[in-house]
Structure formats: C-alpha cells, structure tokens
Nanobody, 127 residues
Framework: QSQFVESGGGLVQPGGSLRLSCTPS????????IGWFRQAPGKERERVSC????????NYADSVKDRFTISRDTTKNTVYLQMNTLKPEDTAVYYC????????????????????WGQGTQVTVSS
C-alpha cells in the first residue's frame, strides 16, 4: 500500500516545464525529511532533491540545480517539485519518499535511507 500519491508528470518538449505534486497519506510532512527521486530505464534510482521537515533546508542533485525547485504547502500537506528548462536526460519515473530517520536531515538524501515510496509519475522530455 503506497503512502504517497504523485502526480503532474507527462510529455513535454525540451525547455518546457512541469510541476510534480506529492501528497502523503497517514502522516504529516512536519515530522519527516521528504525527498524526490527518479529512475530512468536501466539505471539506479537517484536523488533529485530533498527538504528538511521544517522546510528550511534543501539540497539538489548537480544535474538539476538551478532548474528544479522543491517546495511545500503545509496547509495542503503537499510537496512540490517545479521543473524548468527540462532536458531529454530528465526523462524518468519520479518518486517521492520519506526519510527513515524522521526529522534528522542528511543533505545527501541517499535513496537507501528513504521508505514509503509512491508509485511514481512518468516524466518524458522529447521533441
């Protein structure tokens, strides 16, 4: 049973934008570091971005820095990933998850330290 619902993926041309949404079920964002991850065919799952439980600390993969922005709306208990200037190499299934360490924040946000993965949403960047 998935504890997240991811949405917002789709097909977009290079240079376009998408905003992904992640809504958890059964818990609030205030108590967990939340991360966005992606996995392309034939590749390992990698960290895209993560945010501390208080929302005051964020980290990004070098490949998306200055193009992607993680944010949250505490009223809606939802985390977002705004993706701008998309490139073909951004094509992947995008997932959100919560840290097994709860509020403890490790900026590396390696996939091995996250659980409660959603089903993912497909992002395809192609002309």
């Amino acid at each position: 049973q998935s504890q997240f619902v991811e949405s917002g993926g789709g097909l977009v041309q290079p240079g376009g934008s998408l905003r992904l949404s992640c809504t958890p079920s059964g818990f609030t964002l205030d108590y967990y570091t939340i991360g966005w991850f992606r996995q392309a065919p034939g590749k390992e799952r990698e960290r895209v971005s993560c945010m501390s439980s208080g929302g005051d600390k964020t980290n990004y993969a070098d490949s998306v820095k200055d193009r992607f922005t993680i944010s949250r709306d505490t009223t809606k208990n939802t985390v977002y990933l705004q993706m701008n200037t998309l490139k073909p190499e951004d094509t992947a299934v995008y997932y959100c998850a919560r840290s097994v360490w709860g509020r403890f924040y490790d900026g590396r946000c390696s996939p091995q330290t996250f659980d409660s993965w959603g089903q993912g949403t497909q992002v395809t960047v192609s002309s």
